[in-house]
């Protein structure tokens, strides 16, 4: 109901000032462009939509191995996608991602390990939650080329305190078995296992996306697109809404559901 009271007064806010108010983004102090981007983010432009991720996206087959990013949660999942499709335009597809844990969820595996789309996944540390065809998913991870990142625990309890209001205590009882589950399944697997660390790091980014474009036979894109600074809180929530607008035709690719926790 909160949530539902601070859009109807943005947009009110939005109504009185007129269209300026729109495009003077220069002009609003902090929070209240925070709420405006919100506001679009929620209303006009939401991530769940076809251009950028399945479901709902259809999704087609594009004769290359998939690359399927496996994270705990809070660990830059969004951060590696997006360096893919901004440095491998062979992968710039419609959909731009696979969100596989919610097919998982439906009971649903349709992701072909040739069907080369970046594939996101938490598994095992969420479950499906329901029965799902286990063989097929083990062989889209044998068959693909699969990312993990590697973030110390207490950050990620940190990270996921922040983002639930609520203690690492209260996190670690919620999501330990997660843990437990995440650091079995995935070592002695064949994988590309990078520390969260190097996320940043500009140098040796370009040459985890030289690895990976040789490994899938593609090319990398002529000039290498870092990760924003990550302060650079309107640019941020722009290429957010160019990238939910246009989906692959985008300049620059965001991916990322939040930035504010």
């Not at 649903?108 to 286990?134: I, L, N, S």
Request: net charge positive.
């Amino acid at each position: 109901m909160q949530q539902r009271d601070n859009d109807d007064e943005f947009r009110a806010e939005v109504m009185h000032n007129g269209a300026t108010s729109l495009v003077r983004v220069s002009d609003m102090s902090l929070p209240s462009f925070h709420r405006f981007a919100n506001f679009v983010g929620r209303r006009i432009l939401p991530f769940s939509n076809g251009r950028v991720v399945s479901p709902p996206g259809a999704i087609g087959h594009h004769e290359r191995r998939c690359i399927v990013v496996a994270t705990t949660m809070r660990s830059g999942t969004h951060v590696m996608i997006d360096l893919l499709l901004n440095n491998l335009p062979a992968y710039r597809n419609r959909p731009l991602y696979i969100d596989l844990d919610q097919h998982l969820r439906r009971g649903e595996m349709p992701v072909d390990p040739q069907a080369g789309y970046v594939v996101k996944t938490h598994y095992p540390f969420t479950m499906p939650g329901g029965k799902f065809p286990e063989d097929r998913l083990m062989g889209l991870f044998q068959n693909s080329l699969v990312i993990t990142i590697q973030r110390d625990q207490a950050e990620i309890l940190r990270s996921l305190a922040r983002w639930h209001a609520a203690t690492s205590d209260q996190i670690l009882s919620r999501f330990g078995d997660g843990f437990d589950r995440f650091n079995a399944f995935w070592p002695g697997r064949d994988r590309m296992a990078i520390d969260h660390r190097t996320l940043f790091d500009r140098d040796a980014m370009q040459m985890l996306i030289r690895q990976i474009a040789e490994r899938t036979g593609t090319e990398p894109a002529r000039r290498f697109v870092p990760p924003p600074p990550r302060d650079a809180t309107q640019r941020i929530y722009l290429m957010k809404a160019t990238t939910r607008l246009l989906g692959a035709r985008a300049p620059r690719i965001n991916t990322t559901i939040f930035t504010l926790k």
